[in-house]
């Protein structure tokens, strides 16, 4: 089996889980539009900040795994790339 990195996306297998637009604070009336192309919105709440990422999903699986495997993969992809993206801010310096 090949890690996602490896991978490419066929946008024809695969669907978003996530609605075009997203309202992000009903206190607030704050909504938001997803764009495909750089889909990860981040915001602020009180002394918090917040990523919303959109889960890809198979329409027609060839594996499958644990709901639990999927967020704990996009969470350690994202601190990675976070990593990555400092360690070259760092350099650029």
Known sequence: MRTSAEMEVDPERVETLLAREQLLSERQDHKVDLDPLSPVITGQEADFQC????????????????????????????????????????FAE
């Open 51 to 90: 990523h919303l990422v959109p889960m890809l999903a198979c329409k027609k699986p060839d594996y499958t795994t644990g709901l639990g495997d999927n967020i704990s993969g996009t969470g350690i992809a994202y601190h990675r790339l976070q990593k990555t993206k400092t360690k070259t801010d760092v």
